[in-house]
């Protein structure tokens, strides 16, 4: 049986295990989700995937020498960490605006402050990583 098949199955059971007249939402899938949002949601998670599934910080931070020599352990650098954590940090924001709007709220004021603070931050970490010479990856 296949994974997406037993998924079913079991939300199947699980919902037939709720009293009577009880709904079980269903999920939209991916590309309605996307459809629904627009380019820029499709774009951010084009960008997002490409950092998550991408192999290079995994290999870097495995194997130094791909030579006869191989030298395995942790090489990252701080520029290793630049487009991970600003990911991270993106995709926080946009699934925390989604659910304020989804709540009926406006976005708050203060997020303005938070998002210069952080960006104001990444700013300075690519300064300090260009003056030191370590590369941007």
Do not use: C
């Amino acid at each position: 049986m296949a994974q997406s098949e037993q998924i079913g199955a079991f939300a199947t059971a699980v919902g037939a295990k709720l009293p009577r007249g009880t709904a079980v939402p269903g999920m939209a899938s991916i590309q309605s989700i996307l459809a629904e949002e627009g380019s820029g949601l499709a774009e951010f998670y084009v960008l997002a995937s490409q950092y998550t599934h991408a192999a290079e910080l995994a290999t870097r931070s495995s194997r130094a020498d791909l030579g006869t020599d191989a030298a395995y352990g942790d090489f990252a650098g701080p520029s290793d960490w630049l487009q991970p954590v600003w990911m991270a940090w993106l995709s926080f924001r946009v699934t925390a605006v989604r659910l304020i709007n989804l709540s009926g709220s406006g976005t708050p004021e203060a997020l303005a402050l938070v998002d210069h603070q952080v960006t104001k931050t990444r700013d300075a970490l690519v300064t300090a990583l260009q003056t030191q010479g370590e590369p941007l990856r």
